[in-house]
Every structure is written in structure tokens, then in C-alpha cells.
């Protein structure tokens, strides 16, 4: 049998997170459905974009990510089940690089692009956060005004337009195998989701456990927006890529400020009724695809509701921020504490292993003891030495 390719480009924020962490923390329970995760981790994944997107081969990227594209197309293909090649970051590709990349399967090859889909009322503050994680220092309300230009070119719309990520992949292929699976109403359980991606790739949704998984961490409002000033004061200190990913966006921002419990946040007024009338558009476009649909376009058009207006400029006045300031520096003494400890604990094992002698170290020491016993073995213990200390002398010379 030739492997059924499914290949899952974004968007980010689309609960791609929790599909993937399901999906790779129980890759044998997948393997023995018939699904294959391609390569060693879900780090291949995320190389595998920089390489279809130009950025292998770079300085600040792992050297092994070139060529990871052409290595991953090759174990997909000999595969005789379903295969599921899935990161966000697909989405970001150009048309051009789409199509190289397309173009290193086979012409009889079953390619299928897959694409999960979620209503810009909740994606457009959910964005907005991930780039003050990514070291923006945009505020929200001019997050919001720039991508109402709807410039094609912006990361937002590279990756968030829909109908065009799904073209740029999937143009060329014929309708029943470009997949749209709409993330479930605000609310939802999120074994729904999970339910409508694993019948998609022939799984047994049951077969899977649930509770280790999780969606990328949200931050309130006011924490967001602490975030965000710190980012613009650290100027072209911890850089990115650099240090930022590890000490800022996994300490600071998902360790210490998502245990903060924020004000949540979203569109109002003016831009509410835009995020929803462009996510209508967009349904409009993906039917017009002919795309196959699980779940429903509608999901891609919240209904309105009757909110109570939040003023978002009381929440980071100065007083709002000094309290959060000095909470997250509490958390980050409490974060450096328990790093401490591990650290020393580490340092204790390797202590104690230290004291262990090596098996080589081992068996010399019992050639050396037993040539003291038997004389027989004397004389080729000094023929070895005089060898040893005559290659040694050789090499200083």
C-alpha cells in the first residue's frame, strides 16, 4: 500500500499544541493505528519549516535542519499506513516555497493539506500575545489597527488568512484532499477538537489520553502588557533568537506570569464586528474551495453576546502595573530558588558519581594487581609501559 500523507500547515493558535503534544506523547499508541509521526521528535517538525522556508543553514538555526524537508519526505514515503507531518509554522511559507516543497513528493504520491481553523475573535488577541512572547513591544490596540490593513505580506495574514494558506499548500490538489477542521465554539470541551483531528487521520479518538495534554499558556491582560513593556526596556539585550525563548518567554512569561491570574480580554466595539465579518468572509472562501469541512464554517463566526465593555487602559495604569511588577519579581526569586536547588542537587549526584571508579579505570587496576601476583605477566606489563612512554615522548617531540 502507498502511505496516505497528511500534511497539517497551521494555523498557529489553532490548538496545534494540544493536537501535537497528544499525538507525540502517545506516538506507539498512533504507530499501532497506522499513523506514523515522521523522524525522531516534533523538533524534526518544526526544522523541517525552516527548511521549507529558506531559514536552514542559518547561524542561529540548528545546522541539521538543512535538508530536513527531503529526509522526511523519504521516511513518509516508505510508510505504508497514514503518515502526519504537522507544524504551525508551515503556514508561513511563501507560494513559491510551498510549491518546492510539494514538489519533492512524488506525482503519485496521496498528499492531503490539512488545516485547523479557529474564529478570529479569539484568534486575533491570542496572536497579539504570542508576539509580545516573541519580544513585540505593539501594543494591542495597534496590533489591532495594522492588521485591519489587510496587508498580504504581514506575519498575521500569512498565516491567519485561511483560504490563501490553504491555496498556497493545497492549490494544486484536488478538492477531497484539502481538510479544514474548525476548532469548537469558545467553551467547548477540547476532546471535541481532538475527536474531529484524530477521525480525520483514522484513529480511534477513545484510544488516547487527554489529561497530560495542553494549549499554549494565556496570559491576562495586564500581565501581557507587563511583558510587553519589559520587552521594549531590554532593548538588544537577550536577543532572539538567543537567550529570550528560554529565560523570557518559558520563565518569565509561562512560569511566572501565566500563575497570575489576569483580567481576560478580547475584541470590542468596532473591531468585534470586524473580526467577525472577515471570519464570515473567509468561510465563504474555504466552501468556495470546496475544501472538506469537519466540523462546521460556522464555528468561524462566533455569535454575538451581550459583554460588559472592559476598560483596557485602567488595567495597566501605573498603580495596576507596580503590583504586577512586584508580583512577578517575587515569582522569579521563587523561579531562581527552585532552579537552585535542582542545580545543587544535580551537582550532589554528580559528586557522588564521581567517587564511582570508570569499568576501564576497573580493569586496569586488576591487570595491574594480578601481574604483582604473577610474575609471568610482569613482562608484558613492562613491555607495555616502555611502549606507552615511548609513543608519548614521540608525540612531544
Known amino acids: 500500500m502507498k502511505p496516505r500523507i497528511f500534511l497539517h500547515v497551521g494555523s ?7 493536537l501535537q503534544q497528544v499525538l507525540w506523547s502517545q506516538r506507539p499508541v498512533a504507530r499501532k493505528q497506522g499513523l506514523l509521526l515522521p523522524m525522531r521528535s516534533f523538533d524534526d517538525h518544526y526544522l523541517a519549516t525552516l527548511d521549507v522556508r529558506g531559514l536552514a543553514g542559518k547561524s542561529n538555526h540548528p545546522a541539521r535542519a538543512a535538508g530536513m524537508w527531503r529526509r522526511m519526505v523519504e521516511q513518509s514515503l516508505d510508510w505504508s499506513g497514514n503518515v502526519l507531518i504537522s507544524h504551525e509554522l508551515f503556514a508561513g511559507a511563501s507560494q513559491e516555497q510551498a510549491r518546492q516543497a510539494m514538489a519533492a513528493f512524488p506525482d503519485d504520491a496521496e498528499v492531503h493539506v490539512v488545516l485547523t481553523a479557529r ?5 486575533i488577541p491570542a496572536e497579539w500575545q504570542e508576539h509580545v512572547k516573541h519580544r513585540s513591544t505593539e501594543t494591542f490596540p495597534a496590533f489591532v489597527k495594522g492588521l485591519r490593513r489587510e496587508n498580504p505580506d504581514a506575519w498575521f495574514w500569512k498565516v491567519q488568512d485561511y483560504p490563501s494558506v490553504l491555496s498556497r499548500w493545497g492549490g494544486h490538489l484536488p478538492p477531497e484532499r484539502l481538510h479544514v477542521v474548525t476548532v469548537p465554539p469558545a467553551g467547548t470541551d477540547p476532546s471535541l477538537l481532538w475527536a474531529r483531528f484524530a477521525g480525520l487521520l483514522d484513529l480511534d479518538p477513545s484510544a488516547f489520553e487527554l489529561g497530560g495534554s495542553r494549549s499554549n499558556t494565556s496570559l ?10 519589559v520587552n521594549a526596556e531590554l532593548g538588544d539585550r537577550l536577543p532572539i533568537p538567543g537567550p529570550y525563548p528560554a529565560d523570557v518567554k518559558t520563565v518569565f512569561a509561562q512560569r511566572v506570569l501565566a500563575e497570575r491570574r489576569g483580567t481576560k480580554f478580547g475584541l470590542q466595539g468596532d473591531d468585534l464586528d470586524y473580526a467577525r465579518e472577515r471570519g464570515a468572509r473567509m468561510a465563504e472562501e474555504l466552501k468556495a474551495l470546496g475544501a472538506h469541512v469537519v466540523g462546521d464554517l460556522a464555528d468561524l463566526v462566533p455569535p454575538v453576546t451581550e459583554e460588559e465593555p472592559v476598560d483596557l ?8 502595573l507596580l503590583a504586577e511588577s512586584i508580583a512577578a519579581l517575587a515569582g522569579l526569586l521563587d523561579e531562581h530558588r527552585a532552579r537552585r ?3 545543587d542537587a544535580l551537582r550532589r549526584r554528580v559528586a557522588h558519581a564521581g567517587h564511582i571508579v570508570p569499568a576501564k579505570t576497573q580493569v586496569k587496576q586488576k591487570l595491574v594487581g594480578a601481574s604483582e601476583r604473577w610474575p609471568v605477566l610482569m613482562g608484558p ?16 617531540g
Open 12 to 18: 498557529p493558535k489553532t490548538g496545534t499544541t494540544f
Open 119 to 123: 474564529d478570529l475573535v479569539r484568534q
Open 220 to 229: 491576562g491582560y495586564e500581565q501581557a502588557e507587563l511583558l510587553r513593556r
Open 313 to 320: 487602559q485602567a488595567l495597566v495604569s501605573d498603580d495596576k
Open 341 to 343: 536547588t535542582e542545580r
Open 381 to 396: 606489563r613492562k613491555a607495555y609501559v616502555r611502549t606507552r612512554d615511548a609513543v608519548r615522548s614521540r608525540r612531544r
